[in-house]
């Protein structure tokens, strides 16, 4: 599975990004999907998910802010990232998780650079 994510870049706080994530090599569909991110000298983070059937969760401080969506005909997950703050600024990547059936570990894509700043 290759997940390659896309749309990072420099923003004003207040403003909005987009981030894409778009997966080959696998049947896309029955992932969940999520996307995490790492501050500098931090640990990377949950921020939200996507299951295959279309269920969405959040960690709370993005609950409001951030949607997360997912076009299985495309093979593409999204992030959008709306009224952000200085404090998302951070590296963000996208997560696929098997189904837990499969006893395969998550994958990674290499990370997108997200910097809110004035």
């Known amino acids: 599975v290759q997940l390659v994510e896309s749309g990072g870049g420099l923003v004003q706080p207040g403003g909005s990004l987009r981030l894409s994530c778009a997966a080959s090599g696998t049947i896309f569909g029955v992932y969940a999907m999520g996307w995490y991110r790492q501050a500098p000298g931090k640990q990377r983070e949950y921020v939200a998910t996507?299951?295959?059937?279309?269920?969405?969760n959040y960690v709370d401080f993005v609950k409001g802010r951030f949607t997360i969506s997912r076009d299985n005909a495309k093979n593409t997950v999204s992030l959008q990232m709306n009224s952000l703050k200085p404090e998302d600024t951070a590296v963000y990547y996208c997560?696929?998780?098997?189904?837990?059936?499969?006893?395969?570990?998550?994958?990674w894509g290499q990370g997108t650079q997200v910097t809110v700043s004035s």
């Open positions: 996507i299951t295959s059937g279309g269920s969405t």
């Open positions: 997560n696929a998780r098997p189904p837990t059936a499969w006893g395969r570990s998550d994958y």
